[in-house]
């Protein structure tokens, strides 16, 4: 029997009262709630490595302090994430979820919203049947940051807001902000035009601006191959080839990664293609007709693909995949471990859009 240290935290409507230590070493422990208690949390500042199912009466309670910012930026990022992992376990629906992201639209650090941008963006992707309801809450959420810390780099600012930036510009852009597509359209054309372009933008709008912009891709290649191009600029045109919503244009970019890219950097436009929703559904045909090449790839390049590409883009045909996946396991033992893992995440994927 494993012994856990438990930290829980006591509140009395938005106080917090009392913060008590226990030592968790059998398989159930009673623990009386002080007088005039409305919500406890466990793991108390994220403080141990476990997860915690709360009953609604006080997963609800924990949301008005989460909307009140009574609880830190560290113990709201823990329990949003906290959740998204049991929605993905079945043990909360993904409704419970989103009526509990209502508690997040006023949100303003960066840990929380990281979070929340990576797990939207992942239920978007995957639960088809809730994708207007998604793109709203992350839209609301989402708005009000950027349009706090503006879309342009301010000088001095700190590296997080940098960061945070760059990927609510991404998320928003999913979410169907036209603010966000017009700045990034308006920037990935100064770019293509030569201008100056702040270099922390590059990586959120070459994306955003080679979706728009199809007839791109040319020029973007021609930028590629010219011998004076630095690495950063490199990574950032190849995650822009993987951008394009035009589903036969993205494939024959892919093809491209897989004749002309070098090896070490071909897994950049393809991770963010395993992303794009406008070729996912093609990408488990493009993955088997690939794989000679892509078995090429450094063998940690190579897990990220199988993982990425396939718990997504094999949600049409989960059988097949699985049969495939299971036969080139047996010829290819070194990916054993990682195709396990991503046939479990296919499973997880393919009940949440059932549900």
């Known amino acids: 029997m494993w012994m856990i240290p438990l930290t829980i935290s006591f509140y009395r409507e938005t106080q917090l009262i009392d913060t008590q230590r226990f030592v968790f070493n059998e398989k159930s422990m009673d623990i009386s709630l002080p007088d005039g208690v409305t919500a406890y949390k466990l793991n108390f500042e994220q403080s141990g490595f476990y997860r915690v199912i709360y009953e609604k009466k006080n997963l609800h309670a924990l949301g008005k302090l989460v909307k009140q910012k009574v609880l830190s930026p560290r113990d709201r990022y823990g329990l949003h994430n906290n959740l998204y992992a049991f929605v993905r376990s079945e043990d909360y629906s993904i409704d419970d979820y989103l009526d509990f992201m209502e508690y997040f639209t006023e949100e303003d650090n960066y840990l929380p919203l990281v979070a929340m941008s990576a797990n939207l963006v992942h239920a978007f992707q995957v ?5 207007e309801r998604i793109s709203a809450i992350g839209f609301k959420a989402f708005y009000k940051v950027l349009e706090h810390i503006g879309y342009e780099p301010k000088e001095d ?8 930036r760059s990927s609510l510009l991404i998320s928003s852009y999913l979410f169907n902000d036209e603010g966000v597509a017009e700045f990034g359209l308006q920037k990935f054309n100064e770019y293509l035009e030569g201008k100056s372009v702040h270099p922390d933008l590059l990586s959120s709008i070459m994306r ?4 728009q912009v199809p007839s791109s891709f040319a020029i973007l290649i021609k930028k590629l191959e010219s011998a004076d191009i630095p690495e950063p600029e490199t990574i950032n045109i190849l995650r822009a080839i993987g951008s394009f919503e035009d589903k036969d244009l993205q494939l024959k970019a892919l093809d491209y990664v897989i004749e002309k890219v070098p090896s070490k950097n071909k897994i950049f436009p393809i991770m963010i293609s395993a992303r794009n929703l406008f070729v996912v559904d ?22 990220g693909v199988i993982s990425n590409i396939v718990s997504v883009a094999g949600l049409n045909n989960p059988d097949e995949v699985k049969a495939y996946l ?22 997880i994927n393919s009940r949440l859009r059932a549900s």
């Open 157 to 164: 600012e700190p590296h997080q807001v940098t960061n945070l």
């Open 326 to 347: 299971e036969g080139y396991m047996q010829k290819n033992d070194k990916v054993k471990d990682t195709i396990k893992m991503t046939l479990e995440r296919l499973a």
């Open 127 to 131: 639960v088809e049947s809730r994708r």
């Open 208 to 211: 955003i601006g080679a979706a």
């Open 282 to 303: 093609h990408l488990w045909e493009w993955f088997k007709k690939n794989i000679v090449e892509l078995e090429e790839l450094h063998p940690m390049h190579l897990e």
